[in-house]
């Protein structure tokens, strides 16, 4: 039941990665969507080079950051500036049931692309915008990328970066652009269901602002109910209580404890640890104790936890009953065999024959992983869509000589 949207079209008219990877997840459920380009270079994701890790050096035929964000889509190329590259792109719209987009709403209604008009090209069309900073507001037509509207302006940057390191914490590629995808493709969900139900095709709107707020929710929270501009926090490394914090084992890699019911697991904890005596010492028990002197229950096991590697560890720790987990690398996820068992990476092979790995929409249906699908050419259907919207051949040679198509 991976397919759930199947019968489902969405035009998506979006760059970069935050909106398309929204329009990703949606193709990984089923629906075809049908990306958007213009005909001179396409998506600039497809020449965004990140940490130097330029495409054309790849073992394999594919750029991650186009992968992860347009799997599963087919690509036409439309000049929309032109007035037949107009027409199809309204042919498109008609036959859609969602209209996805990053545009800001000023470039929209200078494209001729206002609620109104695209309500005419389809009365039960479902627009579904994200933007950087919300679609109102005296921001609503300034750009954002997830650096920008979620890491900074949402405060993410401010609330993760402890008081005493000399730069805020930074961020990976699209780390709240995958975030934001995700949230914009469950809203659109929701308004499909709403339509079915009702027949109103509700405007769905979302931006990296609200994504980042989202993802620190209780620190704004306790900044409107108590004043402050940051939780309760240690310097960096330590934590208010020391079963919740991560140790350095002794080959230099990590383990984070999640003792949330600390009193619970506190004890048997240290036993198997080959500490018995942390488990019975008056400092450390009961929690309260424990959270009085973290000082001095943290150098106990940071002590301990260095005295074995990573290996030892994860061996002693096989039969814990309370939360763990070692702070994986990338490359350790990839081989992880529960992400393996859940089918949470899907495997693709290039035109060379040669296979790569991109992660599936991280919602299932049925148990049932997504089928593998890779990104598309720029342009790579631009035929095949316009025989669907039942242009003739002639048609489709005319618009390509006038430019419209690509």
Sequence with gaps: MSGLLNGIRVVELASWTYVPCGGAALADWGADVIKVEDTKGGDPCRYLVVGGLDPATAPVRANFM???GNHGKRSIGIDIKTESGREILGKLLASADVFLTNW???????AGLTIDKL?????GLIIARGSGQGSRGPDKDRGGFDASAYMARAGVAYALSPTDIEYPVTQ???????????TLAGGIAAALFHRERTGHAPLVDSSLLAQGMWAIAPDLAAAD???VDRLPAGPAGTALNPAVNRYRTRDGRWVQLMFLQTDRYWRGFCERIG???LGTDERFVPLANLVANQEAATAELRRTFAERDLEQWKKILADEPGVWSVLASPQEVLEDPQVTANGYLMSVTDDAGKTYRTVSAPV??????????RSPEHGEHTETILLELGLQWDDIIAAKDAGAVL
């Design 119 to 123: 309500r005419e090209y389809n009365p």
């Design 66 to 68: 186009m992968e992860l």
């Design 172 to 182: 990976g590629p699209a780390f709240g652009d995958l975030q934001g995808g995700i």
């Design 364 to 373: 299932q249906f049925d148990e049932t992983p997504a089928p593998p699908t």
């Design 275 to 277: 500490r018995p005596d």
């Design 225 to 227: 109910y108590y004043g």
């Design 104 to 110: 800001l709403p000023g470039t929209l209604e200078r």
